[in-house]
């Protein structure tokens, strides 16, 4: 790639911040890559593969709960399998559509404009549910019911939109259907692991044989960057979610969205 390491550092920092916050890690990509000139053919790539850094992230902070899980599949446990049915029911229609629209939306990672409007519309529907969300039903993610599931899944589909947030729309789906915050976040972070694992591999399988030695150097370095900094913030999302909700990432996304859009329609 023409940029130097220094940018891709940056970038590598700004999606590890922002992967499992509900505030549009690819969003946030798209415009600090406009900011500080990102542009290449490989770049819509590096956007979606380094979130893979992030998502070993969950793998090495939550790999006794993944290691709990695969033994007790192998003994047919209950809780095990009713995980494993959610994640899938989870990640599946992600899956689906995701293969019918990729095209439309690696051309919507090319249009800033579009993330800067959907950062600020997610904040406000971020404070609505915040607000119109009933008394919590479901504590645990192996307590969802296939049905609760299912339908995070399809709510997912919406964080297609640069700017809409995975984790933002799996979060506000999942308490919107009754589940408890602590829980909707680290659904949401399990979820993340075959989504993006899936999102990754398709992409490369379509683009990686037109990948030259920088890029793959680019995507090496933001990858290690992004993992080292989403270990420190998912721990710190989990407290700050505990404590205040999701208002303050609903009140950043809407000044950060408006800062957004004035400048890019000044451009």
């Not at 790539?45 to 790999?63: C, D, K, N, P």
Request: overall charge neutral; some cysteine; hydrophobic content about 60%.
């Amino acid at each position: 790639m023409d940029n130097d390491i220094l940018t891709v550092i940056l970038l590598g920092i700004v999606e590890g911040l922002t992967e499992f916050i509900p505030v549009s890690s690819t969003g946030h990509l798209v415009l600090a890559g406009e900011l500080l000139g990102f542009e290449n053919k490989a770049s819509g790539t590096f956007e979606i593969v380094i979130q893979l850094g992030a998502i070993l992230a969950v793998l090495v902070l939550y790999w006794k709960r993944f290691w709990d899980v695969l033994l007790g599949l192998g003994r047919a446990n209950p809780a095990a399998i009713a995980f494993t049915r959610n994640l899938a029911l989870g990640f599946l229609p992600s899956a689906v559509i995701g293969l019918i629209i990729y095209k439309m939306v690696k051309a919507m990672l090319e249009t800033p404009i579009i993330t800067a409007i959907a950062l600020i519309v997610g904040g406000i529907a971020i404070l609505a549910i915040e607000r119109a969300v009933k008394k919590p039903h479901t504590f645990l993610v192996e307590g969802m019911g296939w049905k609760t599931a299912l339908g995070i899944g399809i709510i997912q589909c919406l964080s297609m939109i640069p700017g809409v947030s995975r984790s933002g729309a799996t979060i506000m789906g999942a308490l919107s259907l009754g589940v408890e915050r602590k829980t909707a976040a680290e659904f949401s972070f399990f979820l993340a692991v075959p989504t993006m694992l899936a999102a990754s591999a398709y992409d490369l399988l379509k683009t990686g044989a037109s990948l030259g030695e920088d890029d793959w150097t680019a995507i090496a370095w933001g990858f290690i960057v992004s993992f080292v900094v989403a270990v420190a913030v998912i721990k710190w999302f989990i407290a700050v979610v505990s404590k205040f909700g999701f208002a303050p990432f609903a009140w950043y996304r809407i000044v950060a969205g408006s800062i957004a859009l004035v400048w890019l329609m000044a451009k």
